[in-house]
């Protein structure tokens, strides 16, 4: 398997833009996932196939791919937009994998 | 309303065995695999594996090949998480959840807290 390489932390102001990448060789073929997980919850898909926006996600949440970097992005952050983030993939056979997560912070 | 049951918090002896269940609701459980993710305290999202939900096929990371089992119960629509031989790192909260075909994970468990202490 492989890893996928998430920065730790990210910081904005509310009403900025939140760019959280993900980066893998594999992602060049893969697709990528992105889930929310707010304390004490279970996680939530927010984007899937490096780009879709499941309904009830909010139009702020998109995903972009790049080669081996995949990009979720949150315009206009919101306080309640403040979580841990994780991309996930997997490859040809079934096995996949999670990112480190990112811990979004909303100043 | 399609959701996730999970059963309830566990706690266990070093060199015990798990056994989680997850029965589905709201949809049909046979058309949909079942993923297991666990978090240890203070730590990211680990996938465990996968089993189908009609024919009971599996995949599991290679960390957990010689321990776990992932199971279902058709009849009951419920599927399974058995881990063996626990130790204290086995310690945290365990997720079923949903995989679509195309959704990712979509639909998630509550969540079974796990304690593993002598």
């Known amino acids: 398997s492989y890893e996928l390489t998430q920065p730790p932390s990210v910081s904005v102001s509310p009403g900025q833009t939140a760019r959280i990448t993900c980066s893998a060789d594999a992602l060049s073929k893969r697709h990528a996932y992105w889930y929310q997980q707010k304390p004490g919850q279970a996680p939530v898909v927010v984007i899937f196939k490096d780009s879709e926006r499941p309904s009830g996600v909010p139009e702020r949440f998109s995903g972009s791919s790049s080669g081996a970097t995949v990009t979720l992005t949150i315009s206009g952050v919101q306080a309640e937009d403040e979580a841990d983030y994780y991309c996930q993939s997997g490859d040809s056979s079934g096995v996949w994998v999670f990112g480190g997560g990112t811990k979004l912070t909303v100043l | 309303q399609i959701r996730l049951v999970q059963s309830g918090a566990e706690v266990k002896k070093p060199g015990a065995s798990l056994k989680v269940s997850c029965k589905a609701d709201g949809y049909t459980f046979t058309f949909y695999s079942i993923a297991w993710v666990r978090q240890a305290p203070g730590e990211g999202l680990e996938w465990m594996g996968w089993v189908s939900g009609n024919r009971g096929n599996t995949k599991y990371a290679q960390k957990f090949q010689d321990r776990v089992s992932m199971t279902t119960d058709t009849s009951t629509s419920t599927a399974f998480l058995e881990l063996r031989s626990l130790t204290s790192d086995d310690r945290g909260m365990y997720f079923c959840?949903?995989?679509?075909?195309?959704?990712?994970?979509?639909?998630w468990g509550q969540g079974t807290s796990v304690s593993v202490s002598s």
């Open positions: 959840a949903r995989v679509g075909a195309e959704e990712g994970m979509d639909v």
